[in-house]
């Protein structure tokens, strides 16, 4: 089981463009974990720290970001149903496929492939 006092410690340390860009890099590590079929509590792991990254973005956010409720919202359902799901490939390819899709935004919403932000 991971150290999640660890992995809290380290995020919280990151200024909010990286925070941004690590749950994009952890959704898309979601995204290729379902495409390989990996076992359930691996991905358990994955969705509980997407889930860890939102809710410490969303607690120095001063805005109400809607699109981060959305997706908090929906890792949440997919996490509660994971027992019921994990073995049936339509349902794990369409949330790898969300999740890829999530994992864009959330990259483009961080800026960090701007080109403001790859020249600094």
């Known amino acids: 089981m991971p150290n999640w006092s660890a992995i809290e410690a380290s995020f919280s340390h990151q200024p909010h463009a990286q925070q941004l860009g690590e749950l994009a890099a952890c959704l898309a590590r979601l995204n290729s974990w379902l495409q390989k079929s990996a076992n359930s509590e691996l991905v358990l792991v994955l969705l509980s720290e997407n889930l860890l990254y939102l809710s410490l973005i969303q607690q120095k956010s001063e ?7 959305q997706l908090q919202d929906l890792l949440q359902g997919w996490k509660q149903d994971w027992i019921n799901i994990w073995d049936k490939p339509t349902e794990t390819a ?11 935004r959330v990259l483009d919403m961080s800026g960090l492939l701007t080109s403001e932000s790859m020249s600094a």
Request: no cysteine; charged share 10%.
């Open 63 to 69: 805005i109400n970001n809607f699109e981060l409720n």
């Open 94 to 104: 369409r949330i790898a496929a969300a999740a890829s899709t999530w994992s864009q």
